[in-house]
């Protein structure tokens, strides 16, 4: 990274021998170079699959679509989604979130509503109550 990074906090992530911006004619060279001396790269890993992890990581991080727009330069939503991905561990998260809130509010119910305590309210009555 040392021979492409820009220094200081707002650098560019690649540049040229001179310090420059990497023109489109020479990037793709550059960045076939710049791949091979990283390890545990795949052989076909793509520049803009940069982009994609970026969106993934933001949102996994918390960030919204408009968070992740804004970082990416982008105006528009379709875009950004094309971008951004879930996989089966971000779904196992979203799945134990939804459980923590039924469980929390089913819980909350039972003790405000002792004589009700065997009774359940249906999924959609609990997301109408939150």
């Keep these: 990274m040392e021979s492409y ?9 690649f540049v040229g021998e001179r ?7 020479t990037f793709g060279r ?12 795949p052989e076909g890993f793509r520049f803009y699959d940069l982009r994609h992890t970026g969106h993934t990581l933001s949102t996994r991080s ?11 330069g982008q105006s528009s939503e379709k875009a950004a ?17 939804l459980d923590d809130t039924v469980r929390r509010v089913r819980r909350a119910a039972s003790v405000d509503d002792p004589d009700q305590a065997g009774e359940h309210p249906s999924g959609t009555d609990l997301a109408r109550s939150e």
Excluded: C
Excluded at 30 to 41: C, E, F, I, S
Excluded at 62 to 72: C, F, Y
């Design 30 to 41: 550059k960045w076939r170079k710049a791949r091979q001396l990283v390890d545990g790269l």
């Design 81 to 97: 989604l094309i971008y951004q991905h879930s996989d089966d561990d971000r779904q196992r998260e979203v799945a134990a979130g």
């Design 62 to 72: 918390g960030a919204t679509l408009k968070d992740t727009m804004v970082r990416a």
């Design 5 to 13: 990074v820009e220094p200081g906090p707002n650098g560019l992530v």
């Design 19 to 25: 310090g420059a911006p990497f023109r489109r004619s």
